[in-house]
T-cell receptor, first 117, second 113 residues
Framework: AQSVTQPDIHITVSEGASLELRCNYS??????LFWYVQSPGQGLQLLLK??????LVQGIKGFEAEFKRSQSSFNLRKPSVHWSDAAEYFC???????????????FGKGTKLSVKP | DGGITQSPKYLFRKEGQNVTLSCEQN?????MYWYRQDPGQGLRLIYY???????QKGDIAEGYSVSREKKESFPLTVTSAQKNPTAFYLC????????????FGPGTRLTVT
């Protein structure tokens, strides 16, 4: 069965520092992978996604993620964090025959990012 | 602008009452989903629907019911059988095309006392 692990529950970085949020997935085929961001009390916003092609994907708000099949990872990165990036981040993988019979996403439990001034 | 609307933003109910959460989308998406979010638990799938008049149970469907009479609407009823209904509920939609991801509404916070 598909699963997603985000090993870090809470990360604190200084404003201007670089950021890497870890995500490991379990899936038997080529996965569809996503990163979402959620501000407190809000819905989720899609940051970026990967389903084929270049393993380094660019997203909104200056984020990027790299798909590494050998490590079953899809880590999110940002070279310089802004205070407005403080939020919770969720990694997700397409479940089942994604786009087919089921089509929903399996989510990790999230990583809360705090930004120090 | 296209999007997903959930209403109300906050909802309060007494224990033992059924309550219905609204979800409407004008994205022309075929698939719609309901997730429940609890602190530290991530998102858990309650129900999903790939097409009008059809829906499937997700991982935590007990105590919930849904309907999909129109493509745009996917209301969720939290029944009195749900043992711990207080949570943040998120509705999402997607197209059937691969890799498109899901688009989320702003959520409804339900508090049952």
């Amino acid at each position: 069965a598909q699963s997603v692990t985000q090993p870090d529950i809470h990360i604190t970085v200084s404003e201007g520092a670089s950021l890497e949020l870890r995500c490991n997935y379990s899936y038997g085929a080529t996965p569809y992978l996503f990163w979402y961001v959620q501000s407190p009390g809000q819905g989720l916003q899609l940051l970026l996604k990967y389903f084929s092609g270049d393993t380094l994907v660019q997203g909104i708000k200056g984020f990027e993620a790299e798909f590494k099949r050998s490590q079953s990872s899809f880590n999110l990165r940002k070279p310089s964090v802004h205070w407005s990036d403080a939020a919770e981040y969720f990694c997700a993988v397409g479940a089942g025959n994604y786009g087919g019979s089921q089509g929903n996403l399996i989510f990790g439990k999230g990583t809360k990012l705090s930004v120090k001034p | 602008d296209g999007g997903i609307t959930q209403s109300p933003k906050y909802l309060f109910r007494k224990e033992g009452q059924n309550v219905t959460l609204s979800c409407e989308q004008n994205l022309n998406h075929d698939a719609m989903y309901w997730y429940r979010q609890d602190p530290g638990q991530g998102l858990r799938l309650i129900y999903y629907s790939q097409i009008v008049n059809d829906f499937q149970k997700g991982d935590i469907a007990e105590g919930y019911s849904v309907s999909r009479e129109k493509k745009e609407s996917f209301p969720l009823t939290v029944t009195s059988a749900q043992k711990n209904p207080t949570a943040f509920y998120l509705c999402a939609s997607s197209t059937p095309r691969h890799g498109k991801g899901e688009y989320f509404g702003p959520g409804t916070r339900l508090t049952v006392t």
